[in-house]
Nanobody, 125 residues
Framework: QVQLVESGGGWVQPGDSLRLSCAAS????????MAWFRQAPGKERDFVAG????????AYDDSMKGRTTISRDNAKNTVTLQMTSLKPEDTAVYYC??????????????????WGQGTQVTVSS
């Protein structure tokens, strides 16, 4: 069973950048579309960004478009989320997820079977 572990979260000030990483073990992520979701206190877990199995296609939530880049390295079994110009409303727990999706991406968290434990991102002055 593939296990995902996120890292890179922390406290940053508005306007700062942050790079989140997701490392997989116990198997390869090469068969999975990968995505990042986030969940703020009292809110639903929402899609942030996704990338197809080979990395040929990406998708972003409108709230993060232009400020976020998702990438993957299947050889290293890692997925990265680079975020810039962070805002207080980006504060949330960020989760890495994997889904057995055939060359497409979905914002539906129900389509993702692999989940990490999450990493906290706090944006505050």
């Amino acid at each position: 069973q593939v296990q995902l572990v996120e890292s890179g979260g922390g406290w940053v000030q508005p306007g700062d950048s942050l790079r989140l990483s997701c490392a997989a073990s116990g198997g390869t992520i090469g068969n999975y579309a990968m995505a990042w979701f986030r969940q703020a206190p009292g809110k639903e877990r929402d899609f942030v960004a996704g990338i197809t199995r080979a990395g040929g296609k990406t998708a972003y939530d409108d709230s993060m478009k232009g400020r976020t880049t998702i990438s993957r390295d299947n050889a290293k079994n890692t997925v990265t989320l680079q975020m810039t110009s962070l805002k207080p409303e980006d504060t949330a727990v960020y989760y890495c997820a994997g889904g057995l999706l055939n060359d497409w991406i979905t914002t539906d968290r129900g389509e993702y079977s692999l989940w990490g434990q999450g990493t906290q991102v706090t944006v505050s002055s």
